[in-house]
């Protein structure tokens, strides 16, 4: 059954995923409205990107239940990877970085069933300001670039559902914070629903909520809080890992 008007875009009840080695992640309960930004915030190693993963549709769970627009994650998830988009993921879907960056939108645009001739190619580029690198290879680009781009690649698919890791990878925490602004941005225009990770919880109080992922993450952001008091305040949209709010 398709979403409604009055459901989330994204709800998960009691999500587990284990291996041999211990659980990747664990009791995750969250609740992502449609065109919300929502940070997945949380210590190194708690299972975000597998967790992203998942809530895309490319990766299995064992226990628990969720939606994604509508859909049964677990019966639906073909239909859920075609509606969403995740960025580049080490180990998950690198592109060859000897490829141009027009090389590369080119195949993606291509797959995502448009136009994908030099003129099509140099105008989407165009519209994200990235024109002038056309010609540079991928292992070319600096680290705030390569995001960048990740993020164009992902949207050449108009994706209902964007799914961003580790935002703040090689970047300053200012850059990272105006990354959120523009999804933002992008959500009001498009509609889109981001979720994305983070390690730090002065990135993730920009966004319009906060899944709290580790209990180490929740430390953080009680420190901050004292820190910044209401300034620091974000509404939670849900927690995993056996974290256990605390009061303000």
Request: aromatic share 8%; net charge negative; with cysteine.
């Amino acid at each position: 059954m398709e979403q409604t008007e009055t459901t989330p875009y994204v709800s998960v009840q009691g999500l587990g995923l284990k291996t041999p080695f211990g659980p990747v992640y664990e009791d995750v309960n969250l609740q992502v409205q449609k065109g919300q930004v929502v940070a997945l915030f949380g210590s190194e190693g708690c299972g975000k990107t597998s967790l992203l993963l998942t809530l895309g549709g490319r990766m299995r769970y064992q226990v628990g239940t969720a939606t994604v627009a509508g859909f049964d994650l677990k019966k639906r998830y073909k239909k859920v990877r075609d509606l969403s988009a995740i960025t580049i993921v080490e180990g998950i879907n690198d592109v060859p970085e000897f490829l141009s960056v027009r090389d590369l939108m080119a195949a993606e645009l291509q797959m995502a069933g448009k136009k994908a001739n030099r003129a099509a190619v140099d105008a989407y580029l165009q519209e994200w300001d990235f024109l002038d690198r056309a010609h540079a290879a991928y292992r070319s680009l600096e680290s705030n670039d390569r995001l960048y781009f990740g993020i164009m690649l992902a949207y050449a698919s108009d994706p209902e559902l964007l799914l961003v890791d580790d935002i703040q990878s090689g970047v300053t925490q200012h850059r990272a914070i105006v990354w959120v602004d523009m999804f933002k941005q992008l959500a009001a225009a498009r509609g889109t629903t981001v979720l994305f990770g983070t390690t730090e919880y002065d990135i993730a109080l920009h966004a319009d909520a906060v899944v709290i992922a580790s209990q180490k993450g929740e430390e953080q952001r009680k420190a901050v809080l004292a820190d910044k008091g209401s300034a620091a305040l974000v509404p939670i949209a849900g927690t995993c890992n056996g974290v256990v709010l605390q009061s303000e």
